[in-house]
Nanobody, 128 residues
Framework: QVQLVESGGGLVQTGDSLLLSCAAS????????VGWFRQAPGKEHEFVAA????????YYADSMKGRFTISRDNAKSTVCLQMSSLKPEDTAVYYC?????????????????????WGQGTQVTVSS
C-alpha cells in the first residue's frame, strides 16, 4: 500500500510559478508511473502530467506543455510538478496518483481510472 501526500499549493498571482511535491511512503513507489491530475470546482478530474517509473518518459496535457514540468527522484520517493506562467484557469485542487501496473503509455497515463493510489490533494489558486 502506497501513501501519497501532496504539498506546495497556495495562492499566487497570474504569471507566477509554483512547485508541487508528492511524497510517497510504503510500497514500491519507484516502480510506478506517477501522474498529476487537477479538479476545478464543478468539473471532472483533468489530466495534467505523468512520468514513468524511471523518469525516462513524460506525458503532458496539451495546455500544460511548455509551462509545467514533471520530475521524480526515486531515491527520495518524490515526484514534483514545476508550474510556471500560471493562469487563473489553473486554479484547482491538484492530486498526485500512482499506477502500479508495469504498463505505460500516453493513453493509459491520461485515464484516472488506471491509477491505484491517490493523495488528498493540494489547493492551487491563481488570482488575476
Amino acid at each position: 500500500q502506497v501513501q501519497l501526500v501532496e504539498s506546495g499549493g497556495g495562492l499566487v498571482q497570474t504569471g507566477d510559478s509554483l512547485l508541487l511535491s508528492c511524497a510517497a511512503s510504503g510500497g514500491t513507489f519507484s516502480r510506478y508511473t506517477v501522474g498529476w491530475f487537477r479538479q476545478a470546482p464543478g468539473k471532472e478530474h483533468e489530466f495534467v502530467a505523468a512520468i514513468t517509473w524511471s523518469g525516462g518518459i513524460t506525458y503532458y496535457a496539451d495546455s500544460m506543455k511548455g509551462r509545467f514540468t514533471i520530475s521524480r527522484d526515486n531515491a527520495k520517493s518524490t515526484v514534483c510538478l514545476q508550474m510556471s506562467s500560471l493562469k487563473p484557469e489553473d486554479t484547482a485542487v491538484y492530486y498526485c496518483a500512482a499506477d502500479r501496473s508495469p504498463s505505460y503509455g500516453s493513453v493509459r497515463s491520461r485515464r484516472k481510472d488506471n491509477y491505484d493510489y491517490w493523495g488528498q490533494g493540494t489547493q492551487v489558486t491563481v488570482s488575476s
